[in-house]
């Protein structure tokens, strides 16, 4: 059984600093996509980042590119969301998330284990 729980959230000024983590555990870390997605308030679940299972590859939505950092400790099952110059509209549940395969997708519908989720509130 798969079990991905995420830490970190909570509450930052507009401009501040982030760090989110993710530990994996049942599957064999290195060989699975990860991915970052989250949902804001009466909005639809979106992609953040993604990360190949070497961590030299890696996926970003275009409104996070530039701020976040997407990376993975394979001997620590985990995977970091490092969040720089944060705004009110990254505010949402952030979801971490592992799929089969090497393709770095942005559908959820391809992740097939997700976390319990964490709140990250940005205020203005």
């Known amino acids: 059984q798969v079990q991905l729980v995420e830490s970190g959230g909570g509450l930052v000024q507009a401009g501040g600093s982030l760090r989110l983590s993710c530990a994996a555990s049942?599957?064999?870390?290195?060989?699975?996509?990860m991915g970052w997605f989250r949902q804001a308030p009466g909005k639809e679940r979106e992609f953040v980042a993604a990360?190949?299972?070497?961590?030299?590859?890696?996926y970003y939505a275009d409104s996070v590119k530039g701020r976040f950092d997407i990376s993975r400790d394979n001997g620590g099952n985990t995977v970091t969301l490092q969040m720089n110059s944060l705004k009110p509209e990254d505010t949402a549940v952030y979801y971490c998330a592992t799929k089969v395969g090497s393709y770095m997708s942005s559908n959820e519908r391809t992740y097939d284990y997700w976390g319990q989720g964490t709140q990250v509130t940005v205020s203005s």
């Open positions: 990360i190949g299972g070497s961590g030299r590859s890696k």
């Open positions: 049942g599957r064999t870390f290195s060989s699975y996509v």
